[in-house]
């Protein structure tokens, strides 16, 4: 895939994402990796209407080569990239249910994604919860680079959701993933839920190779 088609399929998800009210206003942002950098969703900009000439290009060293100014929020997918060597695509959102969930004091900051389907066991796996930062603040980073190599997924705590994908498809599919679970999760509080067992995770590792 080209550089104007990444920027096309930036525009069909923001889109997307964004009609589904999985993010609203100017709230969220994406980054793919290309062949000599990145391209990066604009800081400020909604991603329902994003421009496909205006997404920031920023090259290996994340320093903005062409377009708007990027999201404010590159620490956070810079952390994925250097970390993951197998991400070629990061989404944040401020999606509904997994931002509730990030808001809540007892959810287990190692896991706060039980596993209670095999999709989020399959496409999301372990969530960990990151302490709280200033959006956009640089302490993001090293906070995020602990965990990245092990998970393709965080909740930032009161903020959102960041999941990345080998793909922009799969990361979006991925974070899709983690706000259904989160609502599942929400909607099962106080409930006997009955979780997928330790032997069944173990059956889609064998089957799935899971990370």
């Not at 895939?1 to 206003?25: C, D, H, P, Y």
């Not at 990061?90 to 509730?100: D, E, F, G, K, R």
């Not at 993001?140 to 999941?163: D, M, T, Y």
């Not at 922009?168 to 989160?182: C, G, H, K, R, T």
């Amino acid at each position: 895939m080209n550089e104007q088609q990444v920027r096309q399929e930036m525009v069909k998800w923001g889109r997307s994402i964004f009609e589904r009210g999985l993010t609203a206003g100017s709230s969220g942002n994406i980054s793919v990796k290309v062949e000599d950098g990145y391209l990066v969703s604009p800081t400020n900009s909604c991603l329902g209407f994003l421009d496909p000439g205006r997404i920031s290009k920023l090259d290996g060293a994340g320093q903005l080569v062409s377009g708007d100014a990027p999201t404010k929020e590159l620490p956070l997918h810079f952390a994925f990239y250097e970390k993951r060597p197998t991400a070629g695509a990061v989404v944040h959102l401020h999606s509904t249910y997994a931002t509730a969930l990030s808001c809540l004091s007892d959810v287990d900051p190692s896991d706060a994604i039980r596993p209670i389907t095999p999709y989020v066991v399959m496409r999301v796996g372990r969530v960990p919860v990151v302490p709280y930062t200033r959006p956009g603040s640089p302490e993001i980073r090293p906070l995020i680079e602990k965990l990245a190599g092990e998970h393709a997924a965080v909740l930032l705590e009161n903020h959102g959701p960041v999941v990345a994908g080998a793909s922009l498809d799969a990361a979006v599919f991925a974070i899709e993933e983690l706000e259904e679970a989160a609502k599942l999760s929400i909607l099962l509080r106080g409930m006997p839920v009955r979780m997928l067992s330790p032997a069944a995770i173990a059956d889609l590792d064998r089957h799935f190779k899971l990370k």
